[in-house]
């Protein structure tokens, strides 16, 4: 399809390991990217993978990228309260300037 | 010194009126976008300038003027407000690819 597909909500204790994933459309996607937003404030930037990677590690981040699957996810380990946002993946498709956003999944972390 | 501000942050007006959106970004960015958030958190590109330069035009009414007088400003205008306008707008700059810089939105309510 045309959406970049994410879940909307995960729900986690405070100090477990979060996963979002998401799926996107465009196999030539040469970078992907994750933003987070929290309550009332504009997206910031928090990683990125380049598409010839499986795998990469910024932190309590952990990117993984399967591009055979068009499958995406963000790990956040040891979340925290201040985790708790809405996470967008994002991609480039091919042929265009246009940064397209997933979804959205709104991460709730209880203590 | 905020990056990317954006004025007004909350607008309440009724059906049938103009409006207007002013961004503004002090990062010397060449590359200007709007973004629209509706109630349900999806995000989805309206327009983008490149140095003043219109670039990116999605399938927006034509009551949404933008208009960049600099390559540091890119305003949105809107004509005969319907309540389906009712969102967040988000303005961002970026100094290419897929890393943007938001501003904090304008809320924008239509009654």
């Known amino acids: 399809g045309e959406d970049v597909e994410q879940s909307l909500f995960l729900s986690v204790r405070e100090g477990d390991s979060s996963v979002i994933n998401c799926t996107y459309t465009?196999?030539?996607?040469?970078?992907l990217y994750w933003y987070k937003q929290e309550p009332g404030a504009g997206l910031q930037l928090l990683t990125y993978?380049?598409?010839?990677?499986d795998m990469k590690q910024d932190q309590r981040l952990t990117v993984l990228l399967n591009k055979k699957d068009k499958h995406l996810s963000l790990r956040i380990a040891d979340t925290q309260t201040g985790d708790s946002a809405i996470y967008f993946c994002a991609e480039i498709r091919r042929g265009t300037d246009k940064l397209i956003f997933g979804t959205g999944t709104r991460l709730q972390v209880f203590p | 010194d905020t990056a990317v501000s954006q004025t007004p942050k909350y607008l309440v007006t009724q059906m049938g009126n103009d409006k207007s959106i002013k961004c503004e970004q002090n990062l010397g960015h060449d590359t200007m976008y709007w973004y629209k958030q509706d109630s349900k958190k999806f995000l989805k590109i309206m327009f983008s300038?490149?140095?003043?330069?219109?670039?990116i035009n999605e399938t927006v009414p034509n009551r949404f003027s933008p208009k960049s007088p600099d390559k540091a400003h890119l305003n949105l205008h809107i004509n005969s407000l319907e309540l389906g306008d009712s969102a967040v707008y988000f303005c961002?700059?970026?100094?290419?690819?897929?890393?943007?810089?938001f501003g904090e939105g304008s809320r924008l309510t239509v009654l």
């Open positions: 465009d196999s030539s996607s040469t970078y």
């Open positions: 961002a700059s970026s100094p290419g690819g897929g890393e943007l810089f």
């Open positions: 300038y490149n140095n003043k330069e219109l670039i």
């Open positions: 993978i380049f598409s010839n990677m």
